[in-house]
């Protein structure tokens, strides 16, 4: 009786590493994809709305690159290729969300969907140092191996 309960949580098929190897994916895939929504690629799943806030998407790029580090050499090929796969579609991602000007409608993460707030054209005021902005975003986010 008791076996019986251990099947209905632990697949008869799936192995401990099996299973390991399917929550490193799970992980990975949920990093990328919370790094994708505040890069503003793809709509909150809950509101619908793009949200760009590439601090924070920054982090979860920096979360995945640390987890390739710690675990190099450690990882079967599938999740070495997945992990690899991810960073770098993550990578070129923010490469684009950098070089492309945040149109002034985009909603910031903070702020309600249909609220106005006066501090948008202070925030367009500095566009002549923009691009050095983003030449010094992008410097922050280069790493050298």
């Known amino acids: 009786m008791n076996d019986s309960h251990v099947s209905e949580d632990n697949p ?15 992980m990975v895939m949920q990093q990328s994809r919370m790094a994708m929504m505040l890069l503003g690629k793809t709509p909150h799943p809950e509101t619908g709305q793009v949200i760009r806030d590439l601090e924070a998407a920054r982090l979860f790029i920096d979360q995945l690159e640390m987890l390739e580090f710690k675990t190099k050499g450690n990882l079967n090929p599938e999740e070495a290729a997945l ?17 492309s000007s945040p149109s002034p409608a985009e909603p910031r993460p903070a702020q309600p969907a249909g609220s106005t707030s006066a501090p948008e054209p202070a925030k367009a005021a500095p566009a002549s140092a923009t691009p050095l902005a983003e030449e010094e975003h992008r410097k922050k986010f280069t790493k050298k191996y």
């Open 12 to 26: 008869v098929s799936g192995s401990p590493d099996e299973m390991r190897s399917a929550l490193f994916a799970h």
């Open 83 to 99: 992990l690899k796969q991810s960073l770098m579609s993550l990578r070129m991602a923010f490469v684009e969300a950098v070089d």
